[in-house]
């Protein structure tokens, strides 16, 4: 279903009783639709604006006791509507899978994925409706007049907006209508949605990203303090927007994100410390050190409890209700862990160390020119890659599982430079020349996600017998789970060395180098 | 989509006033409806204030030649839309007898509308002829009007024998006394007993009242202009008889 419609804005918020009746009484004769009606909107996305980035608009509608939820798509168009039920409209946050079942919910699930849907908007408007006539009295078009005031994110008046739609079978006069709109004084066509108008009046910006530590901007001549100071405030700035939504537990992306930006900048100190000021990287590396591991308990059972409906999927002999005390397990455990997480972040300990770490930023300032930031990307990564083949090279067959797992960190940290420094570089050939160092952290990170999985298992059993009087059922399906964990681990220890061979490969390390040299030249 | 057809080989019983208040009431109750004036008086366009008048006329409907969903209207009313009357409707037996499958053209015809509409209602005119046949063979619902006459009474057993002669699909019949005299003796009567004693009966009646009349003045569906009249209950009780026997759901 393509939309008709057509917006406007009104120059002259002043005084939009009079002029739209002025400008418009020579294209139609008018009739007022009906007494005014107040609509409460809000309009909702998740955090990282996943459904604004994929072209669509999410909005809950309606008065007090019967609002729906209406999907558009980048041209307007209404996509699926939902009728919510009378007086228990969703809290908001919320997930998408608690949505009521229909086809807003089946439309929303593949975009936004794990993350919650939140307003981004929200806003009040009184609408008053126009009916243009023909000469039988009968309505050809439809003027909807819209004042909208927003209350959320920060309170702001819009000019009236103008909403002309067109009955079926009348097109012809709603161009003619329209085209007068267009030319008429004091009336303008609407640059962007209703969602837009009312971010920009709060002076925010639909897609805005919550400021990725690798996306942040970088010359390859600027002093590499300078660099660093850049990516490591922009990480601070992501760790922190993601604060408060991991205490609300609104999602788990935002513990995800966080970890993201604390294992980041304590990467950052690690490898590239000594090009910042004497002392800072001594002073707060133990910090985010305690930091990083106050989260991962929460995470790690996130993890598990994201998993759980694959690794209940691929039993054989065991039924999924066997594993429901173990749900129940995980389920409660994690609540704890979030309870203590979120008083960790809640701490003076946290408050003291984002605000320390703040103004140890900025009061970076870079002793010279160099090294550049160029001439500090082609060491650092130069030197991360030899320490991953090093390592590599020393891994038999009879290596313990822990090698592999320093392996990993090691090109986690290599890959890492790469996205730091990433915007010096010509993104085609960054791609090209992270490619096999990808699959081989692809490799290792199943590898060592079921090392990992396999042995919480095991830990999780004897703490289920200890405590709950857990039944045997459960016990042998959690074995099954523990016999595919093993598995899996089994096949990409084999797929292991191949993978290590394509990454130390001459033609991988020839672009891998390339790419750092040119930079730096 | 279910369709349904007001039906009287008789005209002046209250078809039309039937399939323009029953489809405002659908609408209004949010399904998508159309309503397609068959008559080619244009009674049900006039009183939604459409022209009856479709571009290439009955011929291009019937053979093809102009897709169904360009004709369509939208009315005054959210949801409700019109395929008006056209005059070249009179014609409509002799465009069928050249179309294939005549009985079946209207089905074929609608079916293209299934995502689009939730309901459509036939406005027929009065005859029994290949386009009834036709009509008749589209429903899934027939909603016949009867003045409470014995001779009204035996059309009806004319109609339910004509439909069980069908072979596969047949519509079901909800037949309601219209147009009801209080004054007269024998409509009370005969409205007051056999809906009790047949099951094609709907329970409610509609009466003869001048607000109905007041339609073609008013160019609107009782409903919306005269809401809380006794017409108006009572096509609204008809519409949720209507609905529950046609299956409607959601």
């Given at each position: 279903m393509a939309s008709d419609m057509r917006e406007f804005v009104l120059d002259d918020a002043a005084r939009p009783g009079r002029a739209v009746p002025d400008a418009l009484a020579g294209s139609a004769a008018w009739a007022n639709g009906g007494p005014a009606r107040v609509r409460r909107r809000i309009w909702l996305d998740t955090f990282d604006w996943r459904l604004y980035r994929a072209g669509l608009t999410l909005e809950q509608a309606g008065s007090r006791d019967r609002a729906e939820l209406v999907l558009t798509g980048r041209d307007g168009a209404i996509l699926a509507a939902e009728l919510l039920a009378a007086g228990r409209p969703p809290r908001w946050p919320s997930l998408v899978s608690q949505l009521p079942a229909g086809p807003v919910r089946e439309l929303l699930e593949p975009v936004a994925g794990v993350r919650a849907l939140c307003p981004v908007v929200r806003a009040t408007s009184q609408v008053t409706e126009l009916r243009a006539l023909n000469d039988d009295a009968k309505t050809v078009a439809r003027l909807a007049v819209d004042r909208m005031s927003v209350t959320f994110p920060a309170r702001a008046l819009l000019p009236a907006r103008l909403t002309l739609t067109p009955v079926r079978g009348y097109s012809g006069i709603t161009d003619r209508i329209g085209a007068a709109m267009t030319s008429a004084p004091g009336i303008a066509i609407a640059p962007g949605t209703a969602l837009d108008a009312a971010l920009a009046a709060s002076g925010r910006r639909a897609g805005q990203p919550a400021g990725k530590g690798t996306s942040v901007q970088l010359s390859p001549s600027m002093p590499a303090a300078a660099g660093l100071r850049t990516v490591l405030t922009a990480l601070l700035d992501e760790l922190e927007a993601n604060v408060p939504g991991t205490i609300r537990d609104i999602d788990t992306e935002f513990l995800h994100d966080l970890r993201i930006a604390v294992r980041r900048t304590r990467s950052v100190i690690k490898l590239?410390?000594?090009?910042?000021?004497?002392?800072l990287a001594t002073e707060f590396r133990p910090e985010f050190r305690w930091l990083g591991d106050l989260t991962t308990p929460a995470r790690d059972l996130d993890v598990y409890l994201l998993a759980f409906g694959r690794m209940t999927a691929g039993l054989v002999a065991a039924s999924p209700a066997d594993l429901s005390p173990f749900h129940d397990y995980l389920a409660h455990s994690r609540t704890l862990q979030y309870r203590r997480l979120a008083a960790g972040l809640r701490s003076a300990r946290f408050a003291r160390l984002t605000a320390g770490w703040r103004a140890a930023l900025e009061g970076v300032r870079p002793p010279g020119k160099r090294p550049t930031v160029a001439q500090l990307a082609a060491a650092r990564i130069g030197a991360a890659n030899r320490r991953v083949l090093r390592a590599g090279q020393q891994i038999t067959a009879a290596s313990p599982p822990e090698s592999l797992h320093q392996l990993r960190k090691g090109c986690k940290e290599l890959r890492y430079l790469v996205e730091m420094f990433g915007s010096i570089y010509d993104p085609a050939e960054r791609w090209q020349a992270v490619r096999e160092l990808k699959a081989l952290q692809d490799c290792l990170g199943a590898f060592q996600d079921a090392e990992v999985q396999g042995s919480e298992i095991r830990g999780f059993a004897g703490q289920l017998l200890a405590t709950r009087g857990v039944p045997a059922t459960t016990l042998l399906a959690m074995g099954e789970i523990a016999v595919g964990l093993a598995v899996a681990q089994r096949e990409a220890r084999r797929e292991f060395d191949g993978r290590f061979a394509d990454f130390a490969s001459h033609a991988s390390q020839a672009r891998l180098a390339g790419l750092t040299r040119v930079a730096a030249a | 989509m279910k369709v349904f057809a007001t039906y009287n080989i008789k005209g002046g019983v209250g078809k039309t006033a039937a399939a323009v208040n029953l489809g405002y009431l659908a609408a209004r109750d949010g399904y998508r409806v159309l309503l397609w004036d068959l008559d080619p008086q244009g009674a049900a366009s006039y009183l939604l204030r459409i022209k009856p008048r479709v571009k290439g006329g009955g011929r291009a409907l019937i053979h093809g030649t102009k897709p169904i969903h360009a004709a369509i209207k939208g009315t005054d009313f959210d949801g409700l839309d019109l395929l008006p009357a056209d005059f070249t409707y009179r014609n409509l037996d002799l465009l069928l007898d050249s179309a294939k499958q005549p009985a079946r053209r209207l089905a074929a015809l609608l079916a293209p509308l299934a995502g689009e509409y939730d309901a459509v209602f036939l406005d027929c005119p009065p005859s029994i002829s290949l386009l009834s046949e036709s009509v008749l063979h589209a429903a899934a619902l027939l909603l016949v009007p009867l003045i409470p006459t014995t001779l009204s009474v035996r059309t009806l057993e004319q109609l339910t024998e004509f439909v069980g002669t069908f072979n596969g699909h047949r519509p079901d019949v909800l037949a309601f006394f219209s147009m009801i005299d209080r004054r007269k003796r024998l409509h009370t009567q005969i409205a007051a007993e056999l809906p009790g004693q047949r099951?094609?009966?709907?329970a409610t009646v509609i009466p003869a009242l001048s607000v109905i009349e007041q339609m073609s003045v008013q160019r609107a569906p009782v409903s919306a202009f005269a809401p809380r009249s006794l017409a108006a209950r009572q096509y609204g009780q008809l519409w949720g008889e209507a609905r529950q026997r046609a299956g409607l759901t959601g």
């Open positions: 590239c410390g000594r090009a910042l000021p004497a002392g | 099951p094609e009966f709907a």
